[in-house]
């Protein structure tokens, strides 16, 4: 049995046809985590549908509107109902909500993601289910993330998540699009996420959503380099959160990567927004992939991007194919002749396999 889980709840299921938030499916996952609460089991609850539901209360019918202003105010009306309706959820099981609203930011300051992981640990510790949403009202329409999925894998970092669901309108990742291909078929399992795979996502998306496949493929190959087991599953089912934990073929089961990347690893792999690209030699290529060294500046034969000491970069081999993702600490200014050490190993994630 898991002991820590992040469920995240897409638009698309989280409100009805109208647009309003649909209680009874809400009340079925609260339902489910509220019996795993009560086998110690701690779980963060992702849900979408702010923006949603903000418009089906002040929209009058309208079409949804596209700019991103108008979208961001219509979230701070939707969000607040749909804490009312998590709230109005989990009181039927006895147990309280607390809001939390995550802006990429939060992931990228590391000060900020330690305070995070404190207040959700603290609101277990309190007996109260923590709600996580991105804060779309004021996040920066330039860097926010616009879709859960992402967040849902980072939070399953954050907390050291044994397993991340990720809930949708489709009963896992299918092979092909039921709507152009009946034949599709539930494929139950994966343990590499390949290109073939990232091409059956394709670019798959429902009417209300921001994610779709790709975006969960994407959120499901962060989570599996943290370790965390990723199903993608159906959120209509009688049990969702126990189905998808529990039974083979309620879902798509990711399998996590056996080795494991310490949390501040996958932090600088997956949360920090790279700011530049260090291009190598073979000779560190073969020093990164194969003896585990750090990156040293004989080895960097170009530079893009005005990263500063600190920033994180990718590095890209001879081929150009990404290697590794890495804290630098020389800024792009002093490169050429700066000291010996551009990333130490130790703030360094080789992402490539050998
Ligand atoms: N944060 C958005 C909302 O609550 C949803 C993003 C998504 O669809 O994943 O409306």
């Known amino acids: 049995m898991t002991s820590r889980a992040v469920v995240k709840i897409g638009t698309s299921s989280v409100t009805d046809e109208v647009g309003g938030v649909d209680q009874a499916v809400l009340n079925r996952i609260a339902d489910d985590v509220v019996s795993l609460a009560r086998d110690g089991v701690e779980v963060v609850v992702v849900t979408s549908g702010a923006i949603t539901a903000g418009w089906a209360d002040v929209g009058r019918g309208r079409a949804r509107p596209r700019d991103a202003v108008t979208l961001q105010a219509v979230s701070a009306v939707g969000q607040p109902l749909l804490m009312q309706s998590w709230r109005e959820a989990f009181a039927r099981g006895g147990r309280g909500v607390g809001q939390v609203l995550l802006s990429p930011l939060d992931f990228s300051h590391r000060g900020q993601y330690l305070r995070a992981r404190a207040t959700l640990e603290a609101l277990w510790s ?135 990347l310490a949390a501040r690893k996958a932090w600088i792999a997956f949360a920090v927004p790279s700011r530049g690209v260090l291009r190598i030699n073979q000779g560190a290529l073969q020093a990164l992939l194969h003896h585990g060294r750090s990156l040293l500046r004989v080895g960097v034969v170009g530079h893009d991007g005005a990263f500063v000491e600190g920033d994180a970069v990718e590095v890209r081999g001879p081929d150009g194919v990404l290697v590794a993702k890495g804290l630098v600490r020389v800024a792009a200014a002093d490169l050429d002749g700066g000291d010996d050490v551009v990333v130490h190993r130790d703030d360094l994630v080789v992402l490539r396999s050998r």
């Open 126 to 260: 309190l007996d109260v289910v923590p709600v996580v949403n991105e804060n779309d009202a004021v996040a920066d329409e330039e860097i926010r993330f616009g879709d859960n999925d992402r967040i849902a894998a980072l939070v399953a970092n954050l907390v050291g998540a044994e397993h991340l669901l990720l809930l949708t309108d489709t009963p896992g990742l299918l092979t092909a699009d039921p709507r152009l291909d009946p034949s599709a078929t539930l494929i139950e399992e994966v343990s590499a996420i390949d290109a073939s795979l990232v091409e059956i996502a394709g670019v798959s998306r429902s009417g209300v959503g921001s994610g779709g496949m790709a975006s969960k493929l994407a959120a499901a190959r962060m989570a599996t380099w943290s370790g965390v087991t990723t199903v993608i599953a159906g959120a209509r089912a009688e049990h969702p959160v126990r189905a998808a934990l529990g039974e083979v073929g309620a879902g798509t089961v990711f399998r996590p990567r056996p080795e494991r």
